[in-house]
């Protein structure tokens, strides 16, 4: 039946009242009135209920703000998240990036809510959004994600999976955990589909923005160590029998590693795990497929890790050239390097590096070269087994060390000469 005007319009003026009344109003009128007098189902009951409920929500979420970790948690489990959207405090659910998605935001309030004091947010692929934290750990948090709507691309239950094998893997050989990035799951959020993880933070980040800075690039043995680091993640993957399918850059890890004599040095480790699958089965797999190699979906059963290889292969190219220069696509730089053509691909992109380094060096530099191409062969075939191209890293890095002491010692003698022939200046004075 439909209502008369007067009652719509009395309706409306309650409702817009009543929208604005905090609890104290509602026991205020409560008290005045008599709770009994209010019919149970009468539009004024059902309003009372709602706002009262709703302001005891926001103070909850108003105290929160003043707890810290499990008590914090404790306090929200029950608030539903759609108000925790709305209403947690504004520099976290409004954070400064504004380049973020909404729901790549809600993640960061998901924390929160957890207990955790989110500083920033610091990196997103298809599957999972990562925060840095105050205490400066990294939080992971995977969320099913679908492509146009229907296809799954990303799935947090697969990633827990997937975290779990890591976990297992590091167990069974805990130096793995030198290259390896382990993300340790720490809780699922059942129907919303979320899942969070817990991970130390990379200090310069993944790969693709440490390449950003291009300060490290004339320097091949530091070079040489990331392309060692990188190679032996894989290698520790591979040989637990899994193919991670998604090597690319921003998939790689960069920390720094404290030595013996108290300086440190960059170190890689490969992460995101979301897309490995166990080397004896072929799948189908979607990835980024600037790096994958050309056979990457032809690869008979029992082959697949070669797929990481080139890929792999593809990054030590980017690992090399300048970015100025670097406006083509991965695979066409691999084709170019495995060409006879392979000087072209030379002057183009590392005659600078080349001018830029010692004699020595730049036979290293060659070798480097030699080897990268055998990664990133276009038949699987033909490309070089990783423990091969571990056994040549390892040689390069060897040489490159030699060369480093001949310079000390070169540089030693020649201080020591130079100390003698001030002395015996001075004597003859
Ligand atoms: N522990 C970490 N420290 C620093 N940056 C990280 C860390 N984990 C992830 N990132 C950043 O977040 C991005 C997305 O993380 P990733 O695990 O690759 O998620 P996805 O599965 O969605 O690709 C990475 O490319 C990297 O830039
Ligand atoms: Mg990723």
Redesign the pocket.
């Known amino acids: 039946m439909a209502k008369s005007l007067k009652t719509f319009a009395r309706e409306s003026a309650i409702k817009k009242e009543v929208a604005t009344w905090t609890i104290k109003d509602c026991n205020d009128y409560l008290n005045k009135h008599k709770y009994d007098n209010v019919k149970p189902n009468s539009l004024m009951a059902k309003k009372l209920n709602i706002v009262m409920k709703h302001q005891k929500i926001l103070e909850k979420i108003k105290l929160a703000e003043q707890m810290e970790g499990k008590q914090r948690e404790e306090l929200l489990k029950d608030v539903p998240f759609d108000l925790l959207i709305k209403n947690a405090p504004k520099e976290v659910r409004d954070p400064e990036d504004k380049k973020l998605r909404n729901y790549q935001k809600h993640t960061g309030v998901y924390l929160w809510s957890l207990g955790y004091d989110i500083d920033k947010f610091?990196?997103?692929?298809?599957?999972?959004?990562?925060w840095?934290c105050k205490d400066e750990k990294?939080m992971?948090v995977?969320c099913d994600n679908k492509l146009l709507g229907f296809i799954k691309i990303?799935n947090s239950a697969s990633?827990i999976k997937d975290s779990n094998k890591i976990e297992a893997i590091l167990q069974n050989n805990p130096k793995n955990s030198k290259y390896l990035?382990s993300?340790k799951h720490i809780k699922d959020v059942g129907k919303s589909g979320k899942a969070v993880f817990e991970?130390?933070?990379?200090?310069?980040?993944?790969l693709?923005?440490f390449q950003g800075d291009n300060s490290y690039k004339k320097n091949i043995e530091r070079i040489l160590q990331m392309a060692s680091d990188a190679l032996k993640g894989l290698k520790a993957l591979h040989d637990s029998g899994y193919s991670h399918n998604?090597i690319k850059p921003?998939?790689i890890?960069v920390?720094e590693k404290p030595k013996k004599d108290k300086t440190s040095r960059i170190n890689l480790k490969i992460?995101?795990f979301?897309a490995m699958t166990k080397i004896k089965n072929t799948y189908k797999i979607f990835t980024n497929r600037n790096f994958h190699a050309p056979d990457f979906y032809k690869i008979s059963k029992g082959a697949v890790e070669g797929r990481d290889i080139y890929s792999l292969g593809c990054i030590f190219i980017g690992l090399l050239i300048e970015d100025k220069n670097f406006s083509e696509n991965y695979q066409n730089l691999a084709k170019q390097l495995t060409s006879i053509k392979s000087e072209n691909f030379f002057n183009k992109y590392l005659k600078d590096i080349y001018q830029n380094i010692i004699e020595p060096e730049k036979d290293i530099l060659i070798e480097f070269l030699d080897l990268i191409s055998k990664m990133v062969q276009s038949s699987y075939s033909n490309r070089i087994s990783i423990d091969n191209a571990i056994i040549n890293i390892k040689k390069l890095k060897k040489d490159i060390k030699d060369i480093k002491e001949q310079k000390q010692i070169k540089q030693f003698k020649s201080n020591v000469i130079q100390e003698l022939k001030n002395n015996f200046k001075n004597k003859s004075k």
């Open positions: 610091i990196g997103a692929g298809c599957s999972a959004v990562v840095k990294a992971r995977a990303s990633e990035f993300t991970t130390e933070l990379a200090k310069h980040g993944d693709q923005k998604d921003d998939n890890l920390g992460a995101d979301g």
